[in-house]
T-cell receptor, first 113, second 114 residues
C-alpha cells in the first residue's frame, strides 16, 4: 500500500497570508490527524477527522481549520499567518480507533516570513 | 486528561552500549501507550505500542518497553545501539476511550557516539 502523502513538502509564505495543506491517507484509513511540530513546543495535536467529521480538536486558535472529504483526503487551512506558525505540519492516518497504529506522512515544512 | 513526560531531552550513548529512554505518564483512566521514532527529515514511525496484556512489549529494530502501572512509566530500552538508531524518540499516550486524542511527549534525541 502507498503511504501517507502530504503536499506540498515545503512552503514559504508571508505574514497575513493563508495556506492550505493537503494529506492523502493510506487507502482504507478513515481517520486523519494533524500535528504541528516545532523545536520549542514539540509535537502538538491540531485536530482529527473521521468520516468527514471532526472528532477531536487541540488547543489552537480558530485560524487553524480543517476538513475531510468523502475519499478520506484531508486539508488543513491556516488563515492570517503569523511568524509563530512556522513549523513542520504532520498528518497521520489510522484505520479506526486511536489505539490503532498511526501512520505519519513526511510532513509539510512551512516557513512564514 | 492525559499527559506524558520524557525526562531527558537528549541522551548520548556509545555505539553497542545499552540505552534506556524514560517516559512517565499521567492519567485517571486506562491508557494506551506508544513509542514513535523520527529520523532526520522524516515523519514519525511506530516503534511499539502497549494496548493490553503482557507488560513487556517488543517492537521493531530491537527495541522493547515495559509498562509499569504502579510507577506510571513506559520506558524504552535497547540492549545494544547502532549508529543508525540516531533519531528523536517520542512517547505518546491516549485513553482507551476510542474518541480521545493522542498526547505526545516533547521527545528525546538519541545521540550515538562512535
Amino acid at each position: 500500500k502507498a503511504g501517507v502523502t502530504q503536499t506540498p513538502r515545503y512552503l514559504i509564505k508571508t505574514r497575513g497570508q493563508q495556506v492550505t495543506l493537503s494529506c492523502s491517507p493510506i487507502s482504507g484509513h478513515r481517520s486523519v490527524s494533524w500535528y504541528q511540530q516545532t523545536p520549542g513546543q514539540g509535537l502538538q495535536f491540531l485536530f482529527e477527522y473521521f468520516s468527514e467529521t471532526q472528532r477531536n480538536k487541540g488547543n489552537f486558535p480558530g485560524r487553524f481549520s480543517g476538513r475531510q472529504f468523502s475519499n478520506s483526503r484531508s486539508e488543513m487551512n491556516v488563515s492570517t499567518l503569523e511568524l509563530g506558525d512556522s513549523a513542520l505540519y504532520l498528518c497521520a492516518s489510522s484505520s479506526y480507533d486511536l489505539g490503532e497504529t498511526q501512520y505519519f506522512g513526511p510532513g509539510t515544512r512551512l516557513l512564514v516570513l | 486528561a492525559q499527559s506524558v513526560t520524557q525526562l531527558d531531552s537528549q541522551v548520548p550513548v556509545f555505539e553497542e552500549a545499552p540505552v534506556e529512554l524514560r517516559c512517565n505518564y499521567s492519567s485517571s483512566v486506562s491508557v494506551y501507550l506508544f513509542w514513535y521514532v523520527q529520523y532526520p527529515n522524516q515523519g514519525l514511525q511506530l516503534l511499539l505500542k502497549y494496548l493490553s496484556g503482557s507488560t513487556l512489549v517488543k517492537g521493531i529494530n530491537g527495541f522493547e518497553a515495559e509498562f509499569n502501572k504502579s510507577q506510571t512509566s513506559f520506558h524504552l530500552r535497547k540492549p545494544s545501539v547502532h549508529i543508525s538508531d540516531t533519531a528523536e524518540y517520542f512517547c505518546a499516550v491516549t485513553s482507551t476511550n476510542r474518541d480521545d486524542k493522542i498526547i505526545f511527549g516533547k521527545g528525546t534525541r538519541l545521540h550515538i557516539l562512535p
